[in-house]
């Protein structure tokens, strides 16, 4: 009789079947964490946005509250001269309006100056968050389940409530 070299096809199937098994377990919940973490730095990015239009109502009291979430961040990658266009008290990556599967916007209203202004993250998609945020001069985060819906005006979301509540 022949010595058996390798693994048998039964054999190969019942591993491959494990590992199968193993993955439909850990996928979901990794798709979970991720959605977590995005709805996470969504909500630091609003608390960051609301700072940053405090930031710039200080420098610039002509102005006010920064009119586009561009006025906030540099230019290009690289902060040189800060000034009312491009304030450069943001990252570069979140002036884009684009971060973490979350889409940003932050407008100052009123005016001139501008006196008030409201900063919303709504998901990308169901994949990248659920949870939709805003926040307006108060300062305060607030949320919504519906993700993309109801978040249009500082009105809007001055109803939601705040996230710890």
């Known amino acids: 009789m022949r010595k058996q070299k390798g693994f048998s096809l039964i054999e190969l199937l019942i591993v491959v079947a494990i590992i199968l ?10 798709l979970r964490a991720r959605i977590a973490a995005n709805e996470s730095s969504a909500a630091a990015s609003v608390r960051t946005l609301g700072t940053a239009q405090i930031t710039y109502s200080n420098a610039y009291p002509a102005t006010g509250y920064a009119a586009t979430i561009a006025a906030l961040g540099p230019s290009a990658a690289a902060c040189t001269t800060p000034s009312s266009t491009n304030a450069c008290v943001i990252d570069y990556v979140l002036s884009q309006g684009t971060k973490s599967g979350y889409t940003f916007t932050s407008a100052g209203t009123g005016g001139p100056p501008a006196t008030q202004f409201v900063s919303i993250a709504l998901p990308v998609s169901a994949s990248t968050g659920v949870k939709g945020f805003c926040g307006s001069e108060d300062n305060v985060v607030r949320f919504t389940l519906t993700g993309s819906g109801g978040i249009t005006d500082e009105t809007a979301c001055l109803a939601l409530n705040p996230i710890g509540q």
């Open 21 to 30: 098994i193993i993955a439909a377990i850990a996928i979901p919940n990794l």
